[in-house]
Structures are given as C-alpha cells and as structure tokens.
C-alpha cells in the first residue's frame, strides 16, 4: 500500500473507523440481503468478506449458515468487528494483496468496498484468484447521480460550490463500473465469465434525523468527499451544506427524511 490514495483511504479508514457504524451501516446494511442473495451463499460454503469493515456481511454470511472470513485493511475496523462478532474470523490485509492461497473460497463479496481501493482492477482480480473454479464474485458499488437522488444531492452541490483543485490524491472514479457494458469488461479482463454477470441497480430508502445529517455524515464520518471538503475555503464549504440541505428537504417526510439511495449489486462467476 505504497501508493498515495491507498495512505489516504488507510488513514481516512482509521480516523472514522468508530463513527462508520453508527453513521452508515443504517444505510449500507441494507444492500447486504441483495449482495448474499444474488450470490447464492448456501450452507457449509466459505466466503471470504472482503473490505468488511464492523463485519455485517459476515454475519449475514453466517446466518446462511456458511463460513464467513472477513478482511479489512484498517486495524480499528477489524477491532471492532471482532468485538462486535467475537466468534467470526477477521484478519487485517489489502483487498489487493489477500494474504490467501488460491481457489480456497466458493464466494467473494465486497460491499462498498471496491470504490475505496486504488486499483480496482486489481481488487476484482484477487478476488477470482482466491475463488474456487465455478465460484462467485459479488460486490456493491454506489450508482451514478442519474439514477441515485441521494449521490445526485451531493454531486450536484460539490459541482456548484467545491474548488475541486485541492491536491487530493487520485482515485478510482466515485461511481466505479457505472455501466454493464464497462463492468462486464473488467470482469472478463480479471479472470470472470462475463456472460454470467448479474448486474442490478437496488433502491433502498435511507431513513435520516434531519436534513443536515448528510453533510455532516459527509464531513464528519466520511472518507473520499470527506478529504474534499475538509479542504474547502470556509465559504464554499457553507455553501455546499445549504446546498445538500436544501436538495435534502424535497425528502423531508414529517420531521425526519426518507431518502433513497441506489447501488449496482453485481455478481459473476470465475471463468
Ligand atoms: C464503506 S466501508 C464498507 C464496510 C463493510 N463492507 C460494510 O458493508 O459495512 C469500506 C471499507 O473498506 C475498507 N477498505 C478500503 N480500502 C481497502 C483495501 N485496500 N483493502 C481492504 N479494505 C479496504 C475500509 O477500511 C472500510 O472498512
């Protein structure tokens, strides 16, 4: 992990690492159902839980009935996986580098994860590596601003205020693989059978305490926007909150906002 964005996303991972929980999972947790489903996790198979973070997946993947290993690079989040599921298995390591023999795990999943790490590609091709012949590769990646409100509220307003020119560290774009034809590509490039990709956009409704809260959820318990934010002048900072907030209220229902969030749930079969 040599390279610039991988040290920004380590540090960015370890700095909200207690905050991810109780700012996020509410939201993330919800594509974990699709994620395991579409991939057919089935009893007694083991499954290796990539990027897993406090460890949700794992435990879907347990009550399944299968045999989860989860793997982060942050060592506060696989602390706090294994104090949340203190009889799972969590070990800290490099979704680019799995400290794991080849072909020993019927699935892979990564639940927003992928997005995160500086080659992807590279992701995507661990993954099959460490798959058994016939086994399944399954991730969740964010969809793009047109199809998700809740991305398109941020876009729109980082877009309009944000000095993007802040020496961030390059990355993978923000909405990875946003179309079939590209992720099917990458897929066939890494070692999957394109052909037998599932790639689905899911909707889930993001149930939020106030209209400020995605800011400051952005801000404050975030990694990528975070870094860009942090950096703006106190102006255009200001300007991108009364930004979200306003494009927020359209979702206000009573006194909290439903807002929905769109994701890519993927999955494909070693070639
Ligand atoms: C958005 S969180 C998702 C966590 C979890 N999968 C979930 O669904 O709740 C992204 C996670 O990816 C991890 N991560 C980012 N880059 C990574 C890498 N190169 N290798 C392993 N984990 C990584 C972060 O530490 C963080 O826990």
């Not at 390591?93 to 790490?117: S, T």
């Not at 398109?152 to 993978?172: F, Q, T």
């Not at 909707?203 to 995605?214: D, I, K, N």
Request: aromatic fraction near 10%; include cysteine.
């Amino acid at each position: 992990m040599h390279d610039q964005f991988s040290q920004f996303e380590h540090e960015g991972w370890e700095r909200v690492a207690d905050k991810y929980d109780s700012v996020w999972s509410s939201l993330t947790r919800q594509f974990i159902p699709y994620l395991v489903g579409a991939a057919e996790v089935r009893t007694e198979m083991s499954v290796l839980d990539v990027a897993c973070g406090p460890g949700y997946v794992s435990d879907a993947v347990r009550k399944a009935g299968a045999i989860p290993k989860g793997i982060d690079f942050s060592e506060k989040m696989i602390a706090i996986a294994r104090t949340m599921f203190p009889d799972l298995f969590f070990v800290q390591g490099d979704a680019q580098n799995l400290p794991f023999e080849d072909a020993g795990f019927d699935r892979v999943l990564i639940n927003f994860g992928l997005l995160h790490v500086s080659q992807p590609e590279k992701g995507c091709a661990e993954a099959c590596r460490v798959l058994k012949s016939g086994g399944r590769f399954g991730f969740t990646v964010w969809a793009g601003p047109e199809e998700n409100p809740g991305a398109m509220i941020v876009n729109d307003a980082i877009k309009a205020h944000a000095d993007m020119d802040v020496g961030l560290p390059e990355g993978p774009p923000h909405y990875l693989y946003g179309s079939r034809h590209e992720c099917q590509n990458v897929l066939e490039q890494t070692g999957f059978d394109g052909n037998s990709m599932n790639y689905d956009t899911r909707t889930v409704e993001w149930r939020l305490p106030s209209a400020s809260y995605f800011f400051h959820a952005e801000r404050d318990a975030g990694v990528r926007t975070a870094g860009l934010l942090v950096r703006q002048s106190p102006e255009r900072l200001d300007a991108i909150r009364v930004a979200i907030e306003n494009g927020i209220q359209r979702y206000a229902r009573g006194s909290e906002v439903v807002l929905p969030m769109a994701a890519r749930v993927v999955v494909v079969s070693k070639a």
